[in-house]
């Protein structure tokens, strides 16, 4: 990361900071309140915060990916119907109703975004980070693809069409990034260390077999 | 609504920042105020499309000061306010003022993982044959709702081409008014990176939106 990026970042956290405690505050006096009245029951709070910090997140993601790239019948319904073929892996329901996966292939690189908000599939890589949620991103993303990826380290070749899904609707994009090569005869459980969150959202690629970037 | 969160295409919001080594959430409010708003959607009577336009639906500078997590706290404010079930003075003083409204019921701990795993699907029976087939072109209507809609600015008023066809599905801007689903065809339609962006738009670049059929138009 370039000092510049270290600054800013160092810049954003501050900010937040001065603001927290008052945010803080209201959202634990809203949790006494909503309580109190009957309407939530802390219990499921902590459930949901389990749920979605342990159990749903981009790990999930990984295994469809793997086993898309290891047999190739799971490969096929995959690309037929995702939302039934990601639920055979026991992953499904919110924010992830409707899927559709998009793969990626010499001629053709996919990138995922939502503009009007956070749109995100949650069974397969969980809830979105920062970056994905910010103005930078949902701004430049339909208008400078590459500009953006540049962001993330990543360039491709020139000649690569870029294909960018503004998941506007309750569609949900998954990328199916390319296997890498060198890897054949690897098991989905080794191929899998190789997935990475970005390279499902269309912002990265996946490692390289000897374990870099 | 024209909002500053409709962002596509917009300038002079600087680099993307990744975070290395991420967390789910940036402290505990942040997890509660999650927690919170996910949790009151069933026992608050509203939709999806009422919350997000809640959020949205603020001036530009409270919109783009705000962080994520602080804008779906107002949002839940908004909601929650507009439908009696706390006051604007019980968020200030930070304390119960007033009866809870009746017939309110929470999530049950039992109920909560059932519910994340259904989820709201949005697919329903088709009532009319689509409009428009896969290959056809059609051009974004260039309309200006001042209330919800899943049209963004960028795309309203080009030329696209349908890509995919996903049934019918909920339609946000009449859902979030409470003036019924109104399941209309969602296609996928793509556009070409000079289309959108003008002569200097990126010619290897294509965009999609996903459209309700009362946002396209004949060509």
């Known amino acids: ?34 309580t109190e009245k009957g309407y939530v029951d802390p219990a499921s709070l902590d459930l949901l915060i389990d749920l979605y910090e342990k159990k749903i997140g981009p790990r999930n993601g990984v295994r469809v990916v793997a086993k898309a790239w290891t047999d190739p019948a ?11 073929a990601i639920a055979e892996l026991d992953y499904s329901g919110r924010q992830g109703e409707h ?85 054949e005869g690897w098991s989905a459980e080794q191929l899998a260390e190789l997935v990475t969150r970005d390279s499902m959202i269309g912002t990265g690629l996946p490692k390289q077999p000897d374990g870099t970037a | 609504m024209d909002g500053a969160h409709d962002m596509g295409g917009a300038k002079g919001f600087g680099p993307v920042v990744p975070e290395p080594n991420e967390p789910v959430f940036h402290g505990d409010w942040e997890r509660r105020a999650f927690a919170l708003t996910v949790a009151m959607a069933r026992p608050g009577g509203w939709n999806i499309d009422m919350s997000r336009f809640a959020r949205e639906n603020r001036p530009p500078e409270d919109y783009l000061s705000k962080s994520y997590f602080q804008i779906w706290l107002a949002g839940l404010e908004t909601l929650m306010i507009e439908r009696g079930l706390v006051t604007r003075e019980e968020i200030e003083a930070g304390k119960v003022l007033s009866p809870p409204k009746p017939g309110v019921t929470p999530i049950a701990p039992t109920e909560v993982t059932p519910a994340i795993r259904r989820g709201g699907p949005t697919e329903r029976e088709p009532k009319a044959p689509a409009m428009f087939a896969v290959g056809e072109t059609v051009r974004m209507k260039d309309i200006h709702p001042v209330t919800h ?23 946000p801007d009449t859902n979030s008014l409470g003036k019924g689903e109104d399941p209309q065809w969602l296609y996928t339609v793509r556009f070409d990176g000079p289309e959108l962006w003008g002569k200097d738009g990126d010619p290897t670049l294509s965009v999609s939106v996903d459209a309700w059929e009362s946002y396209l138009e004949r060509v």
């Not at chain 1, 799971?74 to 039934?84: G, I, N, P, Q, V």
């Not at chain 2, 995919?164 to 599905?169: A, E, I, S, T, V």
Request: charged residues 20%; hydrophobic residues 35%; aromatic residues 6%.
């Open chain 1, 99 to 183: 899927m559709v996966v998009v793969e990626n292939t010499p001629e053709q690189h996919n990138m995922v975004v939502c503009t009007l908000c956070s749109c995100y599939p949650h069974p397969v890589l969980g809830l979105p980070p920062v970056w994905y949620k910010s103005a930078p991103y949902r701004s430049r993303a339909v208008s400078d693809p590459r500009g953006v990826l540049k962001d993330f380290g990543v360039t491709l070749p020139d000649a690569t069409k870029i294909r960018v899904w503004d998941s506007t609707a309750e569609i949900r994009y998954l990328v199916l990034p390319m296997r890498p090569e060198g890897t």
């Open chain 2, 149 to 171: 809609t899943r049209l963004p600015q960028y795309v309203r008023g080009h030329l696209g081409t349908i890509e995919l066809n996903h049934g019918c599905h909920v339609f």
């Open chain 1, 1 to 34: 990361m370039s000092d510049h990026d270290h600054d800013h970042h160092g810049h954003h956290h501050d900010h937040d900071h001065s603001e927290l405690s008052e945010t803080e505050l209201r959202v634990r006096a809203l949790e006494s309140i909503l």
């Open chain 1, 74 to 84: 799971y490969h096929a319904r995959l690309m037929k119907d995702a939302t039934a």
